[in-house]
């Protein structure tokens, strides 16, 4: 099992890595997941999530896509999109994914150098606002 810890890492980056660990066969487990960075105008960022958040489908709401306010989900529904969902090595990859919000047990994770974060002066968004943003209530 291979433990990740996701303070200041830039979320594609380090999901795109992730996903291929998943396809190759290891368990991953994601620990501080709201700590994820995504690089852009946030303003920009949180329209786009509450623009898809408000996708129906009138025939049938149930068959809506759905995007969680919890940042735990929606990081694991972000990974899913980078994954070959549809076909069983898909499945089975998705389901050895593990995220977790915080750090419950001290797990040393490991980071990938390339995908942390350099500049912080740069715009940007922690996973964590974003969902805050989007009505998540936490606590």
Not at 70 to 91: A, T
């Amino acid at each position: 099992m291979i433990v990740i810890d996701a303070k200041d890492m830039v979320f594609g980056r380090a999901a795109s890595r992730i996903a291929k660990m998943l396809i190759r066969g290891e368990e991953v487990t994601i620990v501080n997941a709201e700590k994820f960075v995504l690089n852009g105008n946030p303003d920009y960022i949180v329209n786009k999530f509450k623009m898809r958040r408000s996708w129906r489908n009138k025939a049938n709401p149930e068959h809506s896509p759905h995007y969680s306010r919890v940042p735990n989900l929606l990081v694991r529904r972000m990974i899913r999109g980078m994954l070959p969902r549809k076909k069983f090595i898909g499945r089975q990859a998705f389901r050895r994914l593990k995220v977790i919000m915080g750090n419950p047990e001290n797990l040393q994770g490991v980071s990938f150098d390339d995908a942390k974060i350099k500049d912080l002066g740069k715009p940007h968004i922690y996973i964590e606002d974003l969902c805050k943003r989007l009505g998540w209530n936490h606590g």
